[in-house]
């Protein structure tokens, strides 16, 4: 099975560099396009499993992207960035210097430990499928899954980059997971 891996269109706060997890930011009138375009790619794939996160740029993206009927997984849900959401790195490095989402701390924001667990009890779910799974998501939580997907700590993903509206698969070689295509 494969796990096709979807970044959400493009926001306001995407394009500004703004953390966003909790707050409900619609899709730039480009991020809808972009949206739309995705839908030529999975023409033709069957999928076992369709999920989005809860927040509506994840789920208007599934729905321009032909999916509807997505069913929404908290566990896909952003990283929460606590007293730091809607706020650029810059902004937040002045209050912290030493900052990261992957190092944390981020105060009454989620912990690596507290997403590592999420995203392993997300990847039980989507392993237990007979067939290829599409999630639709958001940028670090998409980055710390592909880390835990091939075994390495949530911070892995600092060395993922990954644009609006683009596609990553995440499978398995021979009984090892991989990272088969990334930010495509």
């Known amino acids: 099975m494969s796990l096709f891996v979807v970044r959400h269109g493009a926001t306001e706060w995407s394009l500004s560099g703004q953390h966003t997890s909790r707050t409900e930011i619609p899709l730039l009138p480009d991020g809808e396009e ?24 994840a789920r208007r993206t599934a729905q321009l992207a032909g999916f509807p009927d997505a069913e929404v997984d908290e566990d896909l849900r952003e990283w929460d960035y606590g007293v730091y959401e809607g706020l650029t790195r ?19 924001g989620e912990t690596p430990a507290e997403i590592t667990a999420r995203l392993d009890r997300l990847m039980a779910r989507v392993r237990g499928v007979d067939g290829d799974v599409l ?39 021979r009984g090892a997971p991989v990272i088969e295509r990334w930010n495509a």
Request: proline share 6%; hydrophobic share 40%.
């Open 34 to 57: 972009e949206a739309a375009d995705l839908g030529g790619f999975f023409e033709g794939q069957d999928f076992a499993l369709v999920l989005t996160s809860p927040r509506q740029r």
């Open 90 to 108: 810059d902004e937040i490095l002045e209050r912290d210097p030493h900052w990261t989402v992957w190092d944390g701390p981020t105060p009454d």
């Open 135 to 173: 999630v639709f998501a958001h940028g670090h939580i998409s980055r710390a899954l592909a880390a835990r997907w091939i075994d390495q700590p949530v911070a892995l993903g600092r060395n993922f980059q990954l644009d609006t509206a683009t596609v990553s698969v995440l499978g398995d070689d």
